[in-house]
């Protein structure tokens, strides 16, 4: 993770503009993302540690900073209340609490034209890269199915697209291969498996924008981002506290989140292995998250759940073509570690993929018995 130029005078400067109490201590680098700096900020208040979380919002990724936070602040604002209304207790833990800056704007640019947010740090609960326990599927499914249900009734205006076309996988196909025919990296002739792996898969591409055109599959408020690292665990219960990682909360279809669930947390491996022999879909763990997500989702309609099991192969063969993508036209998107990263992120989704094929029968009978 990067740390901004100036050190702790610099992260000083960043967080004086915020409404923190207490002194600053100091700021380290927290969680795993690939997209934004993420940082655990410590104050001193009266003698007592307090923590909140700063995040330097990447803005080649979200080109438009305050549309995304517009978004965060209106979602997180009628999440509290909805919880609130419900008699939830600790509201604070079970939703993200914007930080406002002094002059009462939900994020700063400072003078390097960097920009950043801060909320609330979630005390008690923690985030895994890798789910450990079918309990942890289930926990984490059931919350982003009570955070899709909570947002049911948000009044108008339609949310921002902070990326548009996020979950299009037509264009993203249409992405690919203009990266292929650019191969500005001289990259293609290494991944002709990966190439050919997508072409055999193309015309599955468009399935689910399709059924949407004809209505039969609605346009709904979705988080587009449902890894299970983006779900907060509690340290003690092990329920899931608060769904996190909001930037990409837009109009959306709810299949794209339940198959992002099923991409990350069924499996059996790191996205990044390059031990292929231990990638697998493990079929226990969509169990759980198929029972955790229906025992919240009653909005999903009859096409939607036909369609559960598709979803899951679907945004794999997608995410699979973005890390393709991004290799082939030279790491620009996703934070990378070392050479070739991307690449084997690629190939794990795309035995991910046929680890789903290979399954598809017995998902599809969990999801009848549920």
Known sequence: MSVPAGGSFKFHEVVRRFRAWGDFVEAV??????????????????????HYLLQRINHHIFKDPRAVMDNIVRVTNHVRAKLAADGTRDVTRHSLCVVFTRDAQPCHQDAEGNWWRMYLFVEGARTFDTIETERQAFEAARAYARFQNLLADLPAPRLHETIPNFHNTPMRLEALQASIADDVCNRAVETRAEIAFVERRANQCGRLLERHARGEIPERITHNDTKLNNVMLDDTTGEGVCVVDLDTVMPG??????????????????????????????????????????????????????????????????????????????DIYFKTRRPGQNLDRCRVQFRMVESMEAQQDAMERVVALL
């Open 29 to 50: 680098p927290y969680g795993a993302g690939h997209i934004n700096d993420t940082f655990k900020v410590t104050f001193n208040m009266a003698g007592a540690p307090v």
């Open 253 to 330: 279809l709810a299949l794209y989140d339940f198959g992002d669930m099923v991409r990350s947390a069924t499996a059996a491996a790191p996205e990044d292995t390059r031990d292929l022999s231990k990638v697998r879909m493990r079929l226990e763990m969509f169990e759980h998250i198929a029972r955790g997500y229906l025992s919240e989702a009653r909005f999903l309609n009859p096409a939607e759940r036909e369609e559960l099991v598709f979803s899951g192969r679907l945004i794999t063969l997608m995410i699979g073509m973005r890390f393709l993508t991004d290799y082939l036209q030279g």
